[in-house]
């Protein structure tokens, strides 16, 4: 089975995707597309802050209690029967795979998306570009030694504001 990485993320105009103390204040037109992206494909692989921030407000349910796989370094054993902790992303690509999950959705945080970028592991990235500027905060790669050229495939308007940006990780540099 053939399967394909697909990073989404929402962010500002200027790469951030969250604020320095994890606030996301993107539009509805924003998590709505979130929702609906995760929840088509049944599944997400989230770093360990990412999967605490989002389990503290009880965004799985919104996402429909999706196959959750968490990257974590210290890779505590707390899995469940929808939430499967793991210690690198080559780890988590197979535990989609045995769960026979052909599109994979990463969905964050920074150092989880640099991971998965700088072991080539992306197929597709999926922006959803919401009109803010923030001076600080997360940026949507952690920083690593990593390059790639991206092939633009599509630009939607999703609101008077907000964009999505859609390309395929054409190579390494």
């Not at 204040?25 to 049944?42: A, E, L, N, Q, T």
């Not at 197979?94 to 964050?108: C, T």
């Not at 495939?153 to 940006?165: D, F, G």
Request: aromatic share 10%; charged share 30%.
């Amino acid at each position: 089975m053939k399967q394909k990485v697909i990073l989404y993320m929402a962010t500002t105009a200027n790469g951030y995707i969250a604020k320095e103390n994890d606030e996301t204040p993107w539009s509805d037109v924003i998590w709505s597309g979130y929702y609906d992206f995760v929840k088509k494909r049944g599944n997400i692989i989230l770093g360990k802050r990412t999967y605490e921030l989002m389990k503290e407000v009880n965004e799985f349910e919104k996402l429909g209690f999706p196959i959750t796989v968490v990257v974590s370094s210290t890779a505590e054993n707390k899995s469940d029967e929808n939430t499967i902790f793991v210690s690198s992303p080559k780890e988590a690509l197979a535990v989609m795979k045995e769960k026979r999950v052909s599109e994979i959705v990463v969905g964050g945080g920074s150092t989880l998306n640099a991971g998965f970028f700088k072991e080539g592991l992306l197929d597709e990235i999926y922006l959803d570009v919401d009109p803010w500027l923030f001076g600080k905060g997360i940026k949507l790669f952690a920083d690593n030694d990593a390059d790639a050229k991206l092939k633009l495939i599509e630009v939607s308007k999703l609101s008077e504001n907000t964009i999505r940006l859609h390309y395929e990780v054409e190579k390494r540099i």
